[in-house]
């Protein structure tokens, strides 16, 4: 599906600031480019664009590929914000928390390989703050299926841990 596009570089400033504002924090250059990428509502020639002249006009920093909001960027997502529908808000929104969450889960989740004399052991560790919520290790004959099981973990560690979990609680014993 096509989505809309904010087709104005004032546009793209506003909610780059935006962006920056709501999510509290420096980001990387590529983070940031891939939190707009995935929203899928600013060309990148308009991100490129504006981000260039919102580091010159001292809206944002960058220092060392790390993008943050200046006070003047914040003002001006305050006061120009309400320029952009919601619609564009909530999709920024949308990617960055997801970017986020993602990022966050895969630094949750151990997973690693280490070979035997029968094969391989997959052992996988899919933590919360401050302790495992499941530990497991899982046998593979051969270094591809090895790491086909480890990349299927990392794919989406909470989904294979609610996978597991489903299991245990709704396995029953047959009559």
Known sequence: MIYPEI????????????????????????????????????????????????????????????????EKGK?????FNSYIP????????????????????ENETDVSIMQTQNGYEVSAAVKDVSFDLMRMSFYAPDKSQADLIKAKILKNPTMFYQKVIEYLLENKEEY
Not at 33 to 38: L, P, S
Not at 55 to 65: P, R
């Open 86 to 105: 919601k619609y564009f808000h909530s999709r920024l929104l949308k990617s960055a928390y997801s970017l986020f969450s993602k990022i966050a889960i």
């Open 7 to 70: 087709d104005s570089a004032f546009h793209v400033k506003i909610m780059l600031c935006f962006i920056l504002d709501k999510i509290a924090r420096p980001v990387s250059e590529d983070l940031l480019h891939e939190i707009i990428d995935k929203s899928e509502v600013i060309n990148y020639f308009y991100y490129a664009e504006s981000l260039e002249e919102l580091i010159k006009n001292e809206a944002v920093s960058k220092t060392d590929g790390v993008i943050s909001l200046n």
């Open 75 to 79: 003002l001006s997502s305050d006061y």
